[in-house]
């Protein structure tokens, strides 16, 4: 769960808790606590971030700087030579769409834990670096300010990250949906669930407070195909 | 060696790898009995909240380290999860 505790100092760090009971035998130890600073909300909540802070807090995690070295070297930065230095490969990356991949390796493996769903997760990634490259890359070609470069990164990574939610809460449901689906696979999500995966990650954007992206749709909002779920300001 | 003294020194030896393993977990760990007392925590613990082992060791967790909410209003202790009866199930929650 995501909580607060209290320093000796009188400050208070947050912090995420796992609780794993033992016993309920009186005079023992009933159930132990294991919890670390929930470092990526701190992250996202940062206005600004230096390449070294990116680099201490990245390599704290095996998985996400072999994410990271990984983007670094894909065909879709395009840099020449082996980027070999987690620092290089974050300098490369830009500081905001790290932070933007950060927070999607989280998202990606929260909902790997079922074997079934993580089965879905390697394609939908591949599309979603895919998608925020070719936007970077577009982004570029236009002169756009370096903002906005990562910017469009961002909105291409996280463009379909409400599908990891569907694909993570409704296995056998969305499944059953993408391979139903002749055409807008939105309207027919619309139609069986309520809501567009669009919305749903219009959503959990809100909830992580995206300083810099808007989100565009509401569960309010009729659904529209030509609705992108998050425009940049 | 006494039986007794030979127990005894394996004890020790156990509790003393045991609070090495523990030490080398990089994430804050500790136990609580069913009163919410903290039983064993580890360095990490200790380096997250600036405690000594012996201020955090048989003191009550919710009292100690939990005991307001982040804009400092009172976080009652009948709320708390890791608090005396009401002994969570198990899961576990990402951020």
Redesign the interface.
Known sequence: ?????????GS???????????S?T?????????????E??AVLRLESLSLAQIERIVS?DVGMAAKILQLANSAFIGTRGRVSSLLQAVSLIGTESVRTLVLSV?VFS?CDGSSKVAAYLPALWDHSVAAASLAQGIATSESCTKAMVEESFTAGLLHDIGKVIFLSEMLDKYRHIVGTSRGSISELELEQLGCTHAQVGAYLMSIWAFRFLWCTLSPSTTYCSSNPMVRLR | MPLSQLVKSSDEELKAELQLILNAIVEGLCGLDVEGNVTFCNDTLLKMTGYRADEIIGSNFHELLHHSRPNGTKYPAEDCAFQGNQRPSVHSCGG
């Open positions: 769960m995501d909580d607060f505790h209290w320093k000796k100092n208070c760090f947050p912090s995420e808790c796992w609780v794993h009971p033992l309920q009186l005079n023992r130890t009933a159930f132990v606590i294991t919890f670390h600073y929930e990526l909300t704290k989280h929260q």
